[in-house]
């Protein structure tokens, strides 16, 4: 994980993502206890560009899965517990908390909500053109989903 500050993550969206706000509904992402609004999207040559809201339940999961572009989140509640293929905590991110995953196969993850409050996370997705928001993955034999 690289951790990157609220106004980078801001700069990238604003420059990126000019057309203005589209409220809609968003596939849920694979897991459980978790939703999802596309906030804005926009293509720029070969890629796309999605800003989109997640809200994690407590007890919730994302699902094993991983992303064919690079993505940049900030969290703007709760605390997300992020884990990788290899089972271990590779970050615990609290409300104010900036952080991105890279693209691929090679780095499926799962997130979390291990507390008592929703988490909600503002998400930006950075893909190759045409490419889902994510790419489900079995476990990697972790004990927990």
């Not at 992402?29 to 989109?52: A, E, F, H, K, N």
């Not at 499926?108 to 909600?120: C, E, F, T, W």
Request: glycine share 14%.
């Amino acid at each position: 994980m690289h951790r990157i500050t609220r106004g980078a993550l801001t700069a990238v969206a604003a420059g990126g993502l000019a057309i203005g706000l589209l409220p809609s509904a968003a596939d849920a992402t694979p897991g459980s206890g978790v939703t999802g609004t596309i906030l804005s999207q926009s293509t720029i040559g070969r890629t796309d560009y999605v800003l989109r809201e997640i809200t994690i339940q407590p007890g919730g999961t994302t699902g094993w899965h991983f992303h064919d572009g690079t993505l940049y989140a900030f969290v703007k509640a709760g605390t997300l517990t992020h884990s990788d293929h290899d089972c271990k905590t590779d970050g615990v991110y609290r409300a104010g908390a900036a952080f991105t995953e890279p693209s691929g196969a090679d780095h499926v993850h799962v997130g979390r909500n291990l507390g008592s409050k929703p988490i909600v996370l503002e998400v930006l997705y950075v893909l190759p053109h045409g490419k889902p928001l994510s790419e489900d993955a079995p476990n990697p034999g972790c004990s927990f989903q």
